[in-house]
């Protein structure tokens, strides 16, 4: 157990007064006019260094005096020309009385470097402490999610269009089927994304029974019947086209379209609108001002979007008064999800509000201790972002279904339509010697479309769920937009052009009209040609309705068609996102650790990876189908947690090595012992009777050696060969160890390390501004240079320098933690997309060594990546105060922090890969000691064999004695053990 204590923390103040000898009860710069030089050792150093500084002020005021005297009797004017300006007497005596030390030791020129110390010190905590305390009290996120502004948007935009859709197909379309259900067939484009994730859906859904029954095209079969895992991974990973060799054939596929089947189906009753009018007014928060014209109320902008979702014809009435209403509605939702947390702070925990003031009066908020509050402030940062996330989960589900009490939408079926070549390799050389081999696939698509050879539907069961991946799938409404026109044409026959050009004007009001404008001019200003699939799949809906129509409406159906114009210009006006671009991530951690248990398992240890590796990859954005990560909005909590894991699971995997040893020796040492046990004591046994047989004994002890050296020399060979891998393994661990350490240890004292090194240098800086002051004021008295600051213009930005350091590196530090939310993130998506394409290229190799092993790589590769993420976060701290400056000429570049960042990063890499060695070695080590044991043991059970071997000799030379008179009847035995003597 730990032992524990309590510290005090310094103010920056308390610091300086320490080293400086001054009143701890004055925290302003005039404490350096006060107290005596021989206070402390600083002060009786400066003051002799300030009286010989003196001197040279004597020394300047002779220059001026002798070259003034030459230069006035040469130009006629006092002091010269050049130094004629009325302030060289102010500059004189001004610099020399601010050189002059006083009885405290320091000079006015060091008083005024302690006026900007105390401007610097409270300029930074005056940003620390409101800073602190308003993010904590107030509940301000560190970013706003993505998936919470946009999503609050998209769930509304999709309630009206569910809406909309589900009154347009009960008042138009007519059911497919008895059960008022109804069908449809969309074609999704062939692209990567679509590909990948009807391939999920069909894994998730594919069967054995499938096949018995002959429900499936042979792309997802093998020959012997089963179902084709290499070819659905290879949809997975993206593949389009692709060849394989089966025995004598090569076979290639091209996927050329993908077609969802999609079953509609209207509720029977009437769903309730009041949960969601109810849930819009509760997360609704909108400030009032103090003056001036207020903001639109809550109530008011849920009154526009129920009538809008309540009355379908007449949405063309909203599009001017309530333009923005969706984008404004969503703002104030996102801002009510905060003033909740604000709410619920307020009333369930006021201690906690008031904590950090607590702090500030107590002295303890101190910017010099920000360095030892950046957990706390990422904690709140975690808490707050975790709650947002679970209001707009709550919101977004209730949104969701709602949606489908409206009108569900399931997909039932995924059909991929594709070529296949089956060609024996004899006929393609063949081909390939006459010269007509052909490299294309036949017959092409477009006659393969007209009557498709492949085209079995493969039916999904787990339809009801929530696919939050449509929206990375593109839908295609050309046929929609087609039928758009169509409609008008047949209700407005020839004035169609004209009332698509009097509708546009309506929808675009500002836009001049082209002429020759039709119809198909209107409907492609309005609705895109491809959409994703979360909002497309209502558009799919209308084209529905429109398709199987009931007959004698073709007006209501140009009158809905103008009306869902207006509500798709009413979602552009609001910037409602048609389209959402993602990319195809692999979790390639999974086959690296798969390639790592089997090697653990050829070596029989009790050990696996355990998932670590998948820990790893899952930093920043989860690849892990199903993962559930813990700590997952903080990004620095996360990856001490992976830290921490990976340090237990390298201790375990070295204890299961010599353990497996240890169990080896234990088996060797019974072994021995058993069997030349027994054979001993049936030697000595035997010895006891075998006058006439007395070689028996020693065949039966040399029998007993020969099986234990066997048994031994099995066991051994069997360690031996699993420890093959054992360097291997070595290697992955050490790899694993020192990334544990960079998570655990080095990545979350960085922040610690960079701010700190800041600090000293700001210390180091004011120590270095005090000892400048009396020769910047003999700068000011010399009257060359500038013509009010002479050869002391430098100084200023110095100056500058020290005044806003520590601000800067609060600002730095604050910011910092804020990008580990947003920057690891982006990081993480950006590799985890490239290292899908990498591993695209090798990920169907035959060979699982190969793949394994460049997987494992990458894994480590990314864990590395992540590292130098949060160095980029962390870099803020000294990037700011030597950055800022250069924005106003600055030229001072000290980057505080980094070296020793790096010094620091450098001798922890080394301290964590020298014990990770270490450990290897003590557990190669112990194999040796061991494995130096096993041959003790085997020779000792030869050294026992000897006992036999001696009992024979015995039996032997005593029958020689007993026949040596015994006459011509007497035996006559040769030597039983060695038969050649």
């Not at 200003?525 to 209502?538: E, F, Q």
Request: aromatic share 10%.
């Amino acid at each position: 157990m730990m032992a524990t204590g309590i510290t005090e923390n310094w103010s920056a103040w308390q610091v300086l007064d320490q080293l400086f000898g001054f009143d701890s009860q004055n925290t302003s710069a005039s404490a350096a006019l006060s107290g005596q030089a021989s206070d402390v050792a600083f002060r009786e150093l400066i003051y002799y260094f300030n009286c010989g500084i003196i001197m040279a002020v004597i020394a300047i005021y002779a220059f001026i005096l002798v070259i003034g005297t030459i230069n006035t009797a040469k130009d006629g004017t006092f002091l010269g020309k050049n130094w004629s300006s009325y302030w060289i007497p102010l500059r004189t005596i001004l610099g020399s009385a601010c050189a002059i030390p006083l009885k405290s030791g320091f000079c006015m020129a060091q008083y005024f470097v302690f006026l900007m110390v105390g401007v610097s010190i409270n300029f930074a905590n005056q940003v620390w402490q409101n800073t602190y305390e308003k993010l904590d009290k107030d509940k301000v996120p560190p970013v706003m999610s993505f998936d919470i502004s946009d999503g609050v948007k998209t769930d509304i935009a999709l309630y009206l269009l569910a809406g909309f859709s589900a009154d347009m197909l009960k008042n138009v379309g007519m059911p497919t089927g008895s059960d008022n259900k109804y069908d449809a067939l969309d074609t999704t484009k062939v692209d990567q994304m679509s590909l990948v994730q009807a391939a999920m859906k069909i894994e998730k859904n594919i069967t054995q029974k499938m096949i018995d029954n002959n429900q499936l095209d042979d792309i997802y079969v093998t020959k012997d019947k089963k179902i084709n895992t290499a070819n659905i991974e290879r949809l997975k990973q993206g593949m389009q086209q692709w060849s394989v060799i089966e025995d004598d054939n090569y076979v290639q596929f091209d996927v050329y379209k993908i077609i969802n089947h999609y079953i509609f189906r209207l509720p029977i009753t009437q769903p309730d609108q009041d949960k969601v009018s109810t849930a819009l007014n509760t997360y609704c928060y909108v400030e009032k001002k103090d003056e001036g014209s207020q903001p639109r109320s809550c109530q008011d902008m849920v009154n526009s979007i129920m009538a809008i979702h309540n009355n379908s014809m007449d949405i063309n009435k909203h599009l001017t008064n309530d333009a923005d209403v969706i984008f404004t509605l969503s703002q104030a939702i996102a801002r009510g999800f905060q003033q909740k947390l604000k709410d619920e702070a307020k009333n369930t925990d006021q201690d906690k509000v008031n904590s950090t003031e607590d702090d500030k009066k107590e002295g303890e908020n101190d910017w010099w201790n920000a360095d030892q509050k950046y957990f706390k402030l990422d904690g709140n940062f975690e808490e707050v972002l975790k709650a947002f996330h679970n209001d707009f989960a709550i919101f977004d589900d209730l949104l969701y279904n709602n949606q489908q009490s409206q009108i569900t939408i399931d997909k039932v079926g995924v059909t991929l339509q594709y070529l296949k070549n089956n060609n024996s390799i004899s006929s393609l050389v063949d081909h390939y010697n006459d010269g007509s081999l052909e490299y294309r696939l036949y017959p092409d698509t477009h006659a393969d479309e007209k009557n498709p050879k492949h085209n079995k539907e493969v039916k999904l069961t787990d339809y009801t769920e929530n696919d939050k991946t449509d929206k990375f799938i593109q839908l295609d409404v050309t046929k929609l937009k087609q039928q758009m026109i169509d409609v008008f044409h047949n209700v407005y026959g020839d004035k169609d052009n004209q009332y698509c050009r009097d509708q546009f004007s309506k929808l675009f009001p500002n836009q001049h009209i082209i002429d020759g404008f039709s119809c198909k001019d209107l409907i492609d200003a309005v609705v895109p040609s491809s959409i994703s699939t979360d909002i497309g799949k209502y558009f799919l809906v209308i084209q529905t309705a429109l398709a199987n129509s009931k007959s004698g409406i073709e007006s209501l159906k140009a009158e809905y068609i103008s009306q869902f114009l207006y509500l798709v210009r009413l979602f552009q006006l609001n910037n409602v996102g048609f389209f959402h671009e993602g990319a195809v991530v692999a979790d390639i951690a999974s086959p690296a650790e798969s390639f790592l248990n089997g090697i653990f398992q050829k070596m029989s240890l009790n050990a696996d990876a355990g998932g670590m590796l998948s820990q790893i990859y899952n930093i920043g954005e989860a690849v892990t189908p199903g993962v559930e990560m813990t700590n997952a909005f903080s990004a620095l909590r996360q990856i001490q947690g992976v830290g921490q894991s990976l340090i237990k699971m390298v201790v375990d995997t070295l204890q299961s090595v010599t353990e497996k040893t240890e169990k080896a020796f234990t088996d060797v040492l019974i072994e021995v012992s058993t069997i030349q046990g027994a054979s001993k004591l049936a030697a000595l046994g035997t010895a006891a009777f075998s006058y006439f047989t007395p070689g028996l004994p020693g065949v039966i002890s040399s029998i007993g050696d020969v099986g234990a050296q066997l048994a031994t020399l099995i066991t051994m060979t069997n360690l031996t060969m699993s420890l093959v891998w054992l360097p291997l393994v070595f290697f992955v661990l050490v790899t694993l160890f020192t990334n544990a350490v960079l998570f655990a240890l080095i990545i979350p004292l960085t922040p610690f390390i960079l701010f700190w090194a800041g600090k000293i240098a700001w210390l180091l800086l004011i120590i270095e501004a005090l000892v400048a002051a009396p020769v910047v004021a003999l700068g000011i008295v010399y009257p060359e240079g500038h013509e009010v600051f002479g050869k002391a213009e430098p100084a200023i930005q110095i100056m500058l320098n020290l005044v806003l350091r520590p601000v800067l590196m609060v600002f730095g530090l604050i910011t910092a933690i804020i990008l580990t939310y947003l920057v690891i993130a982006i990081s993480a998506k950006g590799f985890h997309a490239v290292a899908t394409q990498i591993s695209n290229v090798y990920g169907t190799s035959s060979d699982s060594y190969v793949t394994g092993t460049l997987n494992l790589l990458l894994v480590f590769m990314y864990a590395s990546f992540i590292g130098l993420a949060f160095y980029k976060c962390f870099s803020l701290i000294y990037i700011l105060p030597d950055k800022i400056l250069h924005w106003v000429g600055g030229t001072h570049n000290e980057r505080a922090g980094a070296e020793d960042m790096q010094e620091m990063k450098s001798s922890g890499m080394q301290n964590a890969q020298g014990m990770a060695q270490a450990g290897t070695q003590t557990a190669e080590k112990y194999n040796q000691g061991k494995t130096e044991e096993m041959h003790g043991v085997q020779n000792m059970g030869s050294s026992v064999g000897h006992v036999g071997t001696s009992v024979d000799n015995y039996k032997y030379h005593k029958n020689q004695k007993g026949s040596s008179g015994g006459g011509e009847n007497s035996a006559h035995l040769n030597n039983p053990v060695n038969p050649n003597k």
